[in-house]
């Protein structure tokens, strides 16, 4: 049975508190790691907070506090350490892109109950039927930046990272009962591989949902609302959509208000939003009507055969994955499927280089993919 933690977590927010859990660290070949960020409260999201669990002591560690975290790349980066995540995905991207770490050595508890076919596998969920232990994800969204973190965000935090060391265990026996950790295995190399998190703001208004019915000239407005909504969101460092919503942006764009009376009449904005944004907002469009318009750029039609191979692997998956009792992506990565419908390899070597990531599922599933393929069809023309 698994107990519940009875020392407080350890605060790290000097260097020499850092360099005190690192002399610790040594001592250990399996970390349990999770992050919290901001995403929700901050124009530029950053990691608010890294937790670190031995089988002894929890660790939460404040980068807000300790700009250079450089002293844990080796830990990250060994492969001696393995270092378990719960959905790992994102906390790996935040912490590439933050501190700049490479890792090695990840297992991850979700990806391993995927591969087992688990139906729930949220973290509460699986702790809850492995140890009839209760987590509540009551701060999922919170605040991370906040400075002092109230003690129930600490608690919630430790939380996240205390059982995992316990979880990997079930989880590992799990998978090598059923012979399945090279495949899991697979996938944790992946997620080794994810690349650093972008903050990929373009302002591009085609990426704003329910701008597709739009003229190209509403486009050119709703492109200079967008910019307009982007300026105000960095100075008041927070996220754009807390800023204006899509659905406003995309309703003055599609009526193009020429003045206050005729931005209010459309109902989308209560009277602070009013008084805050009606001066920019008015502004945006005028500059937006005197804009060339904005086409949107149309992407080739994939070819046919394309298309007949994506479908083929498409229900190849699906039924291989009911075989298996697992979600479909588990069996072949979207990636991976439309990598081997464009490339349309021809033979063993062909598609050993479009799987090299997968090589289990090449092993295992090669022959039945090559079989999917049709013989000398043309790769697909530019189907992204």
């Given at each position: ?122 973290l509460a969920a699986l702790l809850n039927a492995e140890f ?71 302002m591009d208004c085609r990426r704003v949902s329910g701008s ?20 105000q969101a960095e100075l008041r460092d927070l996220p754009p ?144």
């Open positions: 049975m698994v107990k519940p933690p009875i020392e407080p977590p350890i605060w790290v927010d000097t260097y020499d508190d850092l360099k005190r859990m690192l002399r610790d660290l040594e001592h250990y070949d399996t970390l349990a790691v999770d992050t919290e960020s901001n995403s929700l409260f901050a124009y530029r999201e950053q990691v608010c907070l890294v937790q670190i669990s031995t089988a002894e002591s929890d660790y939460l560690i404040d980068p807000l506090a300790l700009a250079d975290l450089s002293g844990l790349a080796p830990v990250f980066a060994s492969p001696q350490v393995e270092k378990i995540f719960h959905a790992g995905e994102y906390d790996v991207m935040c912490l590439k892109r933050d501190h700049g770490f490479s890792f090695n050595n990840l297992f991850d508890t979700m990806i391993a109950a995927r591969v087992l076919g688990r139906k729930e596998v949220g009839g232990i209760e987590i509540k994800k009551t701060y999922q969204r919170a605040n991370w930046s906040k400075r002092p973190l109230p003690p129930e965000y600490i608690h919630y935090a430790r939380l996240d990272s205390r059982y995992l060391i316990a979880l990997r265990q079930r989880m590992l026996s799990a998978l090598r009962a059923s012979q399945r950790l090279e495949l899991a295995q697979e996938d944790f190399d992946r997620l080794r591989a994810t690349p650093a998190a972008v903050d990929d703001r373009e597709n019915d739009l003229t190209p000239q509403q486009m050119a407005v709703l492109q200079a609302l967008c910019e307009y909504r982007e300026l959509f807390k800023v204006l919503q899509n659905s406003v942006l995309v309703g003055v764009a599609t009526a193009c208000p020429q003045n206050k009376t005729e931005l209010e009449h459309l109902g989308l904005l209560n009277q602070r939003g009013l008084e805050q944004h009606a001066r920019g907002l008015l502004k945006a469009v005028r500059h937006g009507l005197q804009s060339p318009p904005l086409v949107r750029p149309r992407n080739p039609r994939p070819s046919d055969a394309y298309l007949t191979r994506l479908d083929g692997l498409r229900e190849w998956r699906k039924k291989t994955a009911a075989g298996m009792g697992v979600e479909s992506d588990v069996v072949l990565p979207r990636d991976v499927m439309e990598a081997l419908a464009g490339a349309a390899p021809g033979s063993p070597a062909e598609l050993a280089t479009v799987m090299a990531t997968v090589p289990w599922r090449q092993a295992h599933f090669g022959n039945a993919i090559l079989e999917l393929m049709i013989p000398n069809s043309e790769p697909a023309r530019n189907h992204h």
